[in-house]
């Protein structure tokens, strides 16, 4: 693409590296929109080795009264326990009922008396054989829920599960008996009474009273909250790189993040898994997240449910089954936990892969950030590009980062916080877009980044003046490798986010290094679309797990992500500039005012 007329300075410019990055990250957020969907939810017709939705719906509507809850103690509670049990006992199984009566402190701690008490039963199923299982391999256990809030029928939350579950019991009975036994744990009390402090009954009862707690190796959890959306696997135990060696080859679309973890243990959420994780269990926790708005509520119920997200479900839970019966990965947790831990950070790329290192490499990956970052500056001071009008030009200057260089982009991030912050309140005013969920998200959305990317536009057109592209690089990749460190000791879960980024900028810095403009146009879109591969994907599901309740995170990350387009719009003209901002900026007052006028 020909260049566009000179800036002051005699500073070349070009524009083809900012519609270049931004033609990708178009591209990825497409692509990520196709990939993170549930898949097609298969008929009753495949055949009968495999998971179809449409079977396990028909178990769902069997076992489930979607206009009346059913909360321990009812009498829809005993009727759906009841069917869920039948059904087990139909397809063969043994079936045990675990009941017991819990204590739990009450939320209000001035009623007298000080605890209230709860009748729970749990459901066990277990296949019934021949020749017992093998005592040297500890049974695998798959978990879900039957109990619902007071408030809603519990369709998905879990009655998808329960159903899924049972789908995968009848799968299993044509299949040859493993020497590791699969069990089923249908866990009562799981939601928490309105008057009590705490739910997770069931499953601690389990735990606390029944022998067979000490015998689990493996445990699958499936839970909701929601009605819709992809099935992530959100949560892991200890060991998790061996689990996700076995979870990375089942067949179909795999989400899993580490950064779902760090997210959902500072959310005030809890699962039956963490109960188990506590008592030492290893395994993994599932859940889909999508149209949160109807969780815990009396729309949580057929209608609104999603055929896709059970299939995902049922693809999740009996694949993983059967891949952990075949694998010798996880033979370790047949004996007692190892002394060392072989944590992970992982992500997937479009559902296809999962990419994962072992979490305490992540300090070293950063440091061989910072030092082909190093490496790159001081080859630069030592050999400076001789045209001095080149926008790679690079002088004594150099040697000042953090000072100079660091200030323009650190200022723009934090302006560009704070700004979206701000406005965040002022769309807020007079209850517009009140709901953490609102009904239009997506052109919310759209007006934030919009704002944000407006904001880059605007201090993009000042900072060109007086200071060159590649010196805006040098400033961006040293905040990133900063954050690298600072999320690898404190938030390791979430340090792939600057990570990859990172060591793929650094990377062909340093090789582009004496490539004058070109290195330099080079090395500004390889780390524009390596923040985009990593981070856009993830964009719905931020939205599905927070909401719009955590502006931190929101807002953190359009500030962060925006600030990639700093030196790739120092490269363009100032009228590109000027236009990049005000088009931005029409397009995100359009936005918000497309979903003002939706509510």
Same mark, same amino acid.
């Given at each position: 693409m020909p260049n566009a007329p000179t800036t002051s300075g005699n500073q070349q410019t070009t524009s083809w590296p900012l519609i270049t990055a931004l033609l990708i990250w178009i591209t990825v957020a497409f692509a990520s929109i196709a990939a993170y969907r549930p898949p097609t939810p298969l008929t009753s017709s495949i055949p009968e080795d495999q998971f179809s939705a449409e079977r396990a719906d028909q178990i769902l509507k069997s076992i489930i009264d979607d206009t009346v809850p059913h909360p321990p103690g009812s009498l829809a509670h005993s009727q759906v326990r009841e069917k869920i049990a039948s059904q087990f006992e139909a397809l063969g199984y043994d079936v045990e009922l675990q009941? +017991?009566? $819990?204590?739990?402190?009450?939320?209000?701690?001035?009623?007298?008396?000080?605890?209230?008490?709860? !009748?729970?039963? &749990?459901?066990?199923?277990?296949?019934?054989? %021949?020749?017992?299982?093998?005592?040297? #391999?500890?049974?695998?256990?798959? /978990?879900? *829920?039957?109990?619902?809030?007071?408030? +809603?029928?519990?369709?998905?939350? !879990? @009655?998808v599960a329960v159903a899924s579950l049972l789908e995968i019991a009848r799968i299993l009975v044509g299949k040859a008996i493993s020497e590791r036994e699969v069990i089923f744990l249908i866990t009562d009390g799981e939601e928490r009474n309105p008057s009590a402090q705490f739910g997770l009954l069931g499953a601690r009862m389990f735990v606390d009273e029944n022998p067979l707690a000490q015998q689990i190796g493996v445990v699958i959890n499936l839970e909701a909250r929601g009605t819709t959306g992809p099935s992530c696997m959100f949560e892991t135990s200890l060991q998790s790189y061996d689990l996700l060696t076995v979870f990375n080859r089942i067949d179909g679309p795999k989400f899993a993040s580490s950064l779902f973890f760090e997210i959902y243990k500072r959310l005030p959420r809890d699962t039956d898994f963490s109960i188990f994780k506590r008592a030492g269990m290893h395994g993994y926790n599932f859940a889909y997240i999508g149209n949160v708005k109807y969780y815990h509520t009396a729309e949580d119920n057929f209608a609104n449910r999603d055929l896709g997200s059970m299939q995902h479900h049922g693809n999740n839970a009996l694949g993983l089954t059967l891949a952990?019966?075949?694998?010798?990965?996880?033979?370790?947790? !047949?004996?007692?936990?190892?002394?060392? %831990?072989?944590? =992970? /950070?992982?992500?997937?790329?479009? @559902?296809?892969?999962?990419?994962?290192?072992? =979490? &305490?490499?992540?300090?070293?990956?950063? +440091?061989?950030?910072?030092?082909?970052?190093?490496?790159a500056i001081v080859m630069r001071i030592k050999n400076p590009t001789h045209a001095q009008n080149e926008v790679s030009s690079f002088g004594f200057r150099a040697i000042l980062v953090p000072a100079t260089n660091l200030m323009i982009p650190a200022v723009t991030i934090v302006l560009t916080y704070?700004?979206?912050?701000?406005?965040? #309140?002022?769309?807020?005013?007079?209850? *517009?877009?009140?709901?953490?969920?609102?009904?239009?998200? %997506?052109?919310?959305l759209i007006g934030y980044w919009m704002a944000g990317f407006a904001i880059i536009g605007a201090t993009a057109t000042i900072a060109a003046k007086f200071m060159k592209p590649e010196l805006l690089l040098i400033g961006v990749l040293f905040i990133w490798i900063s954050l690298c460190f600072l999320t690898s000791i404190y938030v390791n879960g979430a340090s792939y986010l600057f990570i990859i980024p990172t060591v793929l900028t650094a990377s062909t810095y340093s090789k582009a290094r004496n490539g004058g403009e070109? @290195?330099?146009?080079?090395?500004? $879109?390889? +780390?524009?679309?390596?923040? @985009?591969?990593?981070?856009?994907?993830?964009?719905?599901?931020?939205?599905? =797990?927070?909401?719009?309740?955590?502006?931190?995170?929101?807002?953190?990350?359009?500030?962060?992500?925006?600030?990639?387009?700093l030196p790739l719009l120092a490269l363009t003209s100032i009228w590109m500039r000027f236009s990049f901002a005000i088009l931005a900026t029409c397009i995100s007052v359009l936005s918000f005012s497309v979903a003002i006028l939706s509510i």
């Open positions: 009941s +017991g009566t $819990v204590s739990v402190p009450r939320l209000n701690k001035l009623v007298v008396p000080a605890e209230i008490e709860i !009748d729970l039963t &749990n459901i066990i199923a277990r296949r019934i054989r %021949t020749e017992p299982p093998s005592n040297t #391999k500890k049974p695998l256990l798959l /978990v879900a *829920h039957y109990d619902s809030v007071t408030s +809603g029928p519990g369709v998905s939350d !879990d @009655g952990l019966l075949k694998s010798s990965q996880i033979e370790q947790f !047949d004996s007692p936990s190892p002394a060392t %831990t072989n944590e =992970a /950070v992982y992500f997937d790329l479009f @559902g296809k892969l999962i990419i994962r290192w072992p =979490a &305490n490499w992540s300090i070293y990956i950063s +440091g061989l950030a910072l030092f082909l970052f190093v490496f704070i700004v979206t912050l701000e406005l965040q #309140k002022l769309v807020r005013l007079e209850d *517009h877009l009140q709901l953490d969920w609102p009904s239009n998200p %997506t052109a919310i070109l @290195g330099l146009m080079i090395t500004l $879109v390889v +780390g524009a679309a390596a923040l @985009g591969l990593i981070w856009l994907p993830l964009e719905r599901l931020f939205y599905d =797990a927070v909401g719009f309740r955590m502006p931190i995170i929101m807002m953190g990350r359009i500030a962060f992500v925006s600030a990639t387009l």
